[in-house]
């Protein structure tokens, strides 16, 4: 390429070229656009409850009704053993991680599709809008954490230090939703059928990780070690361990970081790869 | 040596059109194309056949250099690649081929309001608004009251957005842009929103910032507003620059463009590509009473204009408008096909088929000077078929027309012949 004219102040330059091939992440950038990140993320909490006469509220209504029909259905009815802890917290401790979890990838993934009008009008790092997504969730979450600690009070349970390896946790399941919500939003912006399939997938999920069962239910060896793939198992056996005992999370949780470190990585470059084509085909 | 803002060379950007078989589009297809195409995914379909048909070149090697504090506008046609390349100098879309440099922070205002959400307040929207356009929240709140006083929705200022008229919404959506302060501003087409006083007051904003020494590109189809910002213009078509001038000389070529033959425009195949809608127009002409196809009318005698059109299937409460404008980009009057309720009811539905739609403008009504002819069809809000600004332009002649008597220029596009009475009071 021809050098550009000399210039004498030192004012950024931006080149235009066509991209090709796999790009790195311009964490710079990224942290540049903080304050745009910051409003997004605070766009979505302000708008979600909007009109709604409970508001806020829906945040802690949503976990403690699911945890009541848990209840109901899989502590009452099929007597699923819970590691000795009371079914309801039993359920609890799990389902708010999941809560998380789940708000955050469904509404990443849709998150590219839904601001369509930003893309194709303004440039900032694409990478913005799933990752003000995730972070909006953690606000539901913090607000229905209040319950849970209410709910422990009632069940004379106090937690030990161990609660202090929760925000890493917390960390965990939001990377999990960032990861996979980076795959599936940038594959939503051309295939529209992923955002059909996110409630299935949501759904599967939720089975497939030890929220209404015990982990001890998935035979030890080669079961549990496939079992600790889904990273979420982690997440939630960590989380019942910090707040209310019981097994302390084992080769299952180092599987599972592994295995979100492997999305997390491979969903970032796949992103970066396809943001350029976002304006083009959404 | 003034220094660089903009340099590009050879910007080049394609875009596919229609069904190309070469990437799938939904899953489905994807699954069909079996699992060699699943390669697509991490390839973006770069090895298909890029001079197949179903790929168009909306910017075909441009190039050219902006000055700092130039103030640079850009014409064409709709599809001539205005926003295509817009788009490409603020990198929302990647360019295809070539090579561009910017020196400084670019904002671009490539539509009014990006980002606003209904369910907030007009407080809300000014922070969120102006952090997509890239202020900082300092910025943003040093400027909070002057982008408030411009807006003129004062005390609306806690109220949803949503609870708008569309004139508060735009006002307040063009004062945040409008305050916007990057080193080089992209505009495309902001200032044909709002009523007639506040886009002088954005026209007048807009002569602030080109003022202040700022680099500006400047699209827009008010070619008033391009010879009142601008000195020097870009005239771009079919993704080309044909020219490049001062302002009133491109302006001039741009007006005087595309005329296949005086007094008719032709549309060819070529021009309507991609287009699978079921109109297609074939010809306008401006005729004079005696049936020839002219460049210039009498204003004293009439004039018709027809639009030649084929319907490829019937279309339910279909319109033809025409528009005339000044070359100063005022409208003079707009007119349809079915204004006249009589033949509004006779075409509730059009058949497939050949029609010409026929206007007969009646003497006496325009003033001398060169005007243009805009065509669009359309269904009255439902579909926009078809829409061409600037068709055709052609010359009204005053010879016989009302007060020829003294030879000077009346002010106006119309000069009618109006009934006058004079009486002479009695004392």
Same mark, same amino acid.
């Given at each position: 390429m ?5 210039q004498?102040?030192?004012t950024?330059?931006i080149?235009l070229?066509?991209s ?7 964490f710079?950038?990224l942290?540049r656009y903080?304050e ?9 909490i ?6 709604a006469?409970?508001?806020i ?5 949503q976990?403690?009704? $699911? ?6 259905i899989?502590g009452i009815?099929?007597?699923t053993?819970s ?6 917290l039993?359920?609890l401790t799990?389902l708010?991680p ?7 990838? !469904?509404r ?9 009008n ?6 900032f790092?694409?990478l913005?809008?799933p990752?003000?997504s ?5 606000v539901?979450f ?5 319950v849970?600690?209410?709910v422990?009070?009632y069940?004379h349970y ?15 399941a939001?990377? $999990?939703?960032l ?6 939003s ?9 955002q059909?399939?996110?409630p299935?997938? +949501?759904?599967v999920?939720l089975y497939?990780?030890p ?12 079961w549990?070690?496939l079992?600790?793939l ?5 997440v939630?056996?960590g ?8 097994d302390?999370?084992d080769?299952t ?5 592994g ?6 990585v ?14 083009? +085909?959404? | 040596m003034s220094k660089l803002a ?6 080049s950007? !394609?875009y596919?059109?229609?069904?190309a078989?070469?990437r799938?589009d939904t899953l489905r297809d994807?699954?069909?194309f ?6 697509n995914?991490f ?5 298909g ?5 179903s ?7 441009v190039s050219?250099?902006?000055r700092?504090?130039?103030?640079l506008g850009?014409?064409?046609r709709?599809?001539?690649?205005k926003?295509?390349?817009l788009?490409?100098?603020s990198r929302?879309?990647d360019?295809t081929?070539?090579?561009?440099? +910017? ?6 205002l490539l539509?009014?309001?990006?980002g606003f959400?209904?369910e907030?307040?007009?407080?809300e929207?000014i922070?969120?608004n102006?952090?997509?356009?890239g202020?900082r ?7 909070y009251d002057e982008?408030?006083?411009f807006s003129?929705?004062?005390k ?17 959506a063009f004062?945040?842009a409008?305050?916007?302060?990057p080193e080089i501003?992209?505009v495309?087409e ?5 009523d007639?006083e506040?886009?002088?007051k ?6 602030d910032v080109a003022?202040?020494?700022?680099t500006v590109?400047?699209v827009?189809?008010?070619m008033s507003? +391009?010879?009142?910002l601008? !000195?020097?213009?870009i005239?771009l ?5 044909v ?5 009133p000389e491109a302006?001039?070529?741009?007006l ?6 005086q ?5 060819t195949?070529?021009?309507l590509k991609?287009?699978?809608m079921p ?8 005729c004079?009473p005696r049936g020839r196809v002219?460049d210039t009318?009498?204003a004293?005698e009439g004039?018709?204009?027809e639009l030649?059109y084929?319907?490829?299937?019937a279309?339910?409460g ?5 528009y005339?404008?000044?070359?100063r ?9 079915t204004?006249n309720?009589?033949?509004f ?6 058949p497939a088929?050949?029609?010409?739609s026929?206007?007969?403008?009646p003497?006496?009504?325009?003033n001398?000077?060169?005007?243009i002819?805009?065509v ?5 809000r439902?579909k ?7 068709a055709?332009t ?5 010879t016989g027309?009302p007060?020829m008597?003294?030879p000077e220029?009346r002010l106006?596009?119309?000069?009618p ?7 002479a009071?009695?004392k």
């Amino acid at each position: 390429m021809d050098k550009p004219q000399t210039q004498t102040n030192n004012t950024p330059v931006i080149y235009l070229r066509p991209s090709k091939g796999w790009l790195s992440i311009d964490f710079k950038e990224l942290w540049r656009y903080r304050e745009l990140i910051f409003f997004l993320t605070w766009r979505d909490i302000k708008v979600r409850y909007k009109q709604a006469v409970l508001g806020i509220a829906w945040a802690i209504l949503q976990p403690l009704l $699911t945890m009541l029909i848990f209840t109901v259905i899989f502590g009452i009815l099929l007597k699923t053993p819970s590691q000795n802890i009371p079914y309801p917290l039993f359920s609890l401790t799990a389902l708010l991680p999941w809560t998380l979890f789940a708000t955050a990838l !469904q509404r990443s993934s849709v998150s590219l599709v839904g601001n369509a009008n930003l893309i194709t009008k303004i440039y900032f790092p694409r990478l913005a809008i799933p990752l003000s997504s995730v972070i909006a969730a953690l606000v539901d979450f913090l607000v229905s954490f209040v319950v849970l600690l209410g709910v422990m009070i009632y069940y004379h349970y106090w937690p030990g230090w161990n609660i202090f390896w929760l925000p890493l946790l917390v960390l965990l399941a939001l990377l $999990t939703a960032l990861s996979v919500g980076l795959w599936l939003s940038a594959l939503n912006v051309q295939y529209r059928d992923i955002q059909h399939m996110v409630p299935f997938i +949501i759904q599967v999920w939720l089975y497939a990780s030890p929220i209404v069962y015990p982990i001890e239910t998935i035979p030890e060896g080669i079961w549990r070690w496939l079992y600790g793939l889904n990273p979420m198992v982690g997440v939630i056996q960590g989380f019942r361990w910090a707040l209310v005992g019981g097994d302390p999370p084992d080769a299952t949780m180092l599987i599972s970081v592994g295995m979100v470190l492997v999305l997390l990585v491979s969903g970032l470059f796949y992103f970066r790869r396809m943001e350029k084509t976002f304006a083009d +085909i959404v | 040596m003034s220094k660089l803002a903009i340099r590009v060379e050879n910007l080049s950007k !394609q875009y596919r059109i229609g069904l190309a078989q070469d990437r799938p589009d939904t899953l489905r297809d994807l699954l069909t194309f079996g699992v060699r195409r699943v390669r697509n995914l991490f390839t973006r379909g770069n090895q298909g056949n890029s001079n197949s048909p179903s790929h168009i070149w909306a910017l075909k090697d441009v190039s050219f250099e902006v000055r700092r504090g130039q103030v640079l506008g850009i014409v064409g046609r709709n599809g001539a690649g205005k926003s295509t390349l817009l788009k490409i100098l603020s990198r929302v879309t990647d360019p295809t081929g070539g090579f561009g440099e +910017i020196h400084g922070r670019v904002g671009s205002l490539l539509e009014v309001g990006t980002g606003f959400h209904p369910e907030l307040s007009g407080r809300e929207n000014i922070y969120l608004n102006g952090a997509i356009l890239g202020m900082r929240r300092d910025e943003i709140e040093r400027k909070y009251d002057e982008i408030v006083d411009f807006s003129e929705v004062g005390k609306f200022i806690d109220t949803p957005v949503k609870r708008y008229s569309s004139g508060m919404y735009l006002r307040l959506a063009f004062a945040v842009a409008a305050h916007l302060e990057p080193e080089i501003l992209v505009v495309d087409e902001v200032l044909a929103v709002g009523d007639a006083e506040f886009q002088r007051k954005c026209l007048g904003k807009m002569n602030d910032v080109a003022q202040e020494g700022r680099t500006v590109l400047f699209v827009s189809h008010n070619m008033s507003a +391009i010879l009142r910002l601008t !000195q020097e213009t870009i005239v771009l078509d079919e993704g080309q620059i044909v020219l490049r001038a001062p302002t009133p000389e491109a302006v001039d070529h741009y007006l005087n463009m595309g005329l296949t033959k005086q007094g008719e425009r032709i549309w060819t195949e070529a021009e309507l590509k991609g287009d699978v809608m079921p109109f297609q127009p074939i010809a306008l002409r401006v005729c004079n009473p005696r049936g020839r196809v002219v460049d210039t009318v009498n204003a004293s005698e009439g004039f018709s204009i027809e639009l030649e059109y084929n319907l490829s299937d019937a279309i339910s409460g279909l319109r033809v408008g025409l528009y005339i404008m000044t070359t100063r980009g005022e409208y003079v009057f707009t007119t349809f096909d079915t204004d006249n309720t009589v033949l509004f009811e006779s075409y509730p539905a059009r058949p497939a088929g050949r029609y010409i739609s026929q206007c007969q403008v009646p003497p006496n009504l325009m003033n001398e000077g060169r005007f243009i002819l805009g065509v669009n069809a359309s269904v009255y809000r439902i579909k926009r078929f078809f829409q061409d600004d600037k068709a055709l332009t052609f010359t009204v002649d005053a010879t016989g027309a009302p007060g020829m008597h003294w030879p000077e220029k009346r002010l106006g596009p119309v000069r009618p012949k109006l009934d006058w009475k004079i009486e002479a009071m009695e004392k």
